[in-house]
């Protein structure tokens, strides 16, 4: 799913967690922005990055339903973010306008049309209610993610789906990537997932065509 860049290549990491994603494109002559409305999820992902890349992150402090750039990005990460934007729509358009013509957009979200999904909202309601500071999710599906990113010229070039495991960050470090390969993302729980984890890429001639 993962893409393989070109040497050179600008990399944006929105809502980047502890970075170990992005990390892995901090090589040869590409730089990394990460961009995330928390100080401190920015302070730890920028601490575990190798010192000798370090001169090639820079950090951002901003929420991306409001951030406003001229950059350009080839290669843009937004995984686990959607749920967390309640401008949706103007979201997307806002991440998709900074992707340069032929970049690569890597995007994840629950699609609340499933079953899976619905129960997953659900919890987050319930957990709501039991923790008023928890930050309940909003409703994304995948009709509304793909005809808005269509009409900026983004075309799903790969697609997996997978099943959500509640509660499976708080796993030791690796066994929820093993879980989700091994497990979660093959037949028949992929079938029943309302997870998506989606490889985009901005087609040269309709971008070209979209105003500024």
């Given at each position: ?5 070109k ?28 961009l ?28 991306i ?26 979201t ?12 690569i ?7 609340y ?22 930050n ?15 009409v900026?010229?983004?075309?799903a070039d790969?697609?997996a ?14 066994l ?22 989606v ?12 105003p500024?």
């Open positions: 799913m993962m893409p393989a860049l040497d050179g290549s600008n990399i944006l990491d929105i809502g980047p967690g502890d970075g170990k994603i992005s990390r892995q494109f901090l090589k040869g002559r590409n730089t990394l922005t990460l995330d409305r928390s100080p401190e999820m920015l302070q730890m992902a920028y601490g575990a990055i190798d010192p000798s890349m370090a001169h090639a992150v820079k950090t951002i402090v901003a929420d339903q409001e951030y406003r750039s001229e950059e350009r990005f080839d290669c843009i990460l937004c995984i686990g973010v959607l749920a967390h934007m309640r401008q949706l729509k103007e997307l358009n806002r991440v998709s306008s900074m992707l340069s013509p032929g970049g957009l890597i995007l994840q979200w629950t699609d049309r499933t079953m899976a999904g619905k129960l997953f909202h659900f919890g987050g309601r319930m957990m709501k209610y039991c923790r008023p500071v928890f309940e999710t909003i409703r994304t599906r995948k009709n509304d993610i793909e005809e808005t990113l269509a900026q010229g983004l075309v790969k697609t789906r997978y099943f959500f495991i509640p509660g499976i960050r708080y796993l030791p470090i690796h929820p990537t093993w879980l989700v390969e091994r497990v979660c993302a093959r037949f028949p729980l992929c079938r029943i997932g309302s997870e998506y984890l490889k985009y890429q901005k087609n040269n001639a309709a971008a070209e065509s979209l500024g």
